[in-house]
Antibody, heavy 119, light 108 residues
Framework: EVQLVESGGGLVKPGGSLRLSCAAS????????MNWVRQAPGKGLEWVSC????????YYADSVKGRFTISRDNAKTSLYLQMNSLRVEDTAVYYC????????????WGQGTLVTVSS | SSELTQDPAVSVALGQTVRITCQGD??????ASWYQQKPGQAPVLVIY???YRPSGIPDRFSGSSSGNTASLTITGTQAEDEADYYC???????????FGAGTKVTVL
């Protein structure tokens, strides 16, 4: 059974940093692109970042470029999101999502971890 | 970057058919994926590559695409289909991804 379990969320002050993790199991982690998607309270889904199988292709939404860094450790079957210079508007539930075979659909999602940026 | 436009809300009688649309320039180049999200839960993929259903998704869910518009149709809508539905595609000309704002489906 495919499982994605996010951790690392919490309360942080504006300008602070946080590192999210996503532990993957039940599939060959190194065979799949991975994504981070977030959802602000009461709002829609927003794609944040994606990384290819080996970490050689990485892309970010404009809203987080230069502040967030996505990475992965295939040996540990884990995905990460380092978030620096956090802003109030980064407050959201952050989901990790596995890309399916075509790479464009996200066929498994974690339950999310809440990041709250507030003074 | 491109945008995907969805109607904010739609209602459907139990057992009837509802179609949700998603419009955007990126849909001329890429198929939409559709996600169902119920309150307090993570999104679930229901349709991808125009009309493919992941295992476990009922066949009352179907997808189609024409030009810049993708559609998700629920035939014989059940009470458990009440949820928010989001379309998503790759942004044409970039390596970004874009979501529609979501359509809230209410089952009467």
């Amino acid at each position: 059974e495919v499982q994605l379990v996010e951790s690392g969320g919490g309360l942080v002050k504006p300008g602070g940093s946080l590192r999210l993790s996503c532990a993957a199991s039940g599939f060959t982690f190194s065979s799949h692109r991975m994504n981070w998607v977030r959802q602000a309270p009461g709002k829609g889904l927003e794609w944040v970042s994606c990384i290819n199988n080996w970490g050689s292709e990485i892309y970010y939404a404009d809203s987080v470029k230069g502040r967030f860094t996505i990475s992965r450790d295939n040996a540990k079957t884990s995905l990460y999101l380092q978030m620096n210079s956090l802003r109030v508007e980064d407050t959201a539930v952050y989901y990790c999502a596995r890309a399916g075979d075509s790479g464009f659909e996200w066929d498994h999602w974690g339950q999310g971890t809440l990041v709250t940026v507030s003074s | 970057s491109s945008e995907l436009t969805q109607d904010p809300a739609v209602s459907v009688a139990l057992g009837q058919t509802v179609r949700i649309t998603c419009q955007g320039d990126s849909l001329r180049s890429y198929y939409a994926s559709w996600y169902q999200q119920k309150p307090g839960q993570a999104p679930v993929l229901v349709i991808y590559n125009r009309n493919y259903r992941p295992s476990g998704i009922p066949d009352r869910f179907s997808g189609s695409s024409s030009g810049n518009t993708a559609s998700l149709t629920i035939t014989g809508t059940q009470a458990e289909d009440e949820a928010d539905y989001y379309c998503n595609s790759r942004d044409s000309g970039t390596n970004y991804y874009v979501f529609g704002a979501g359509t809230k489906v209410t089952v009467l």
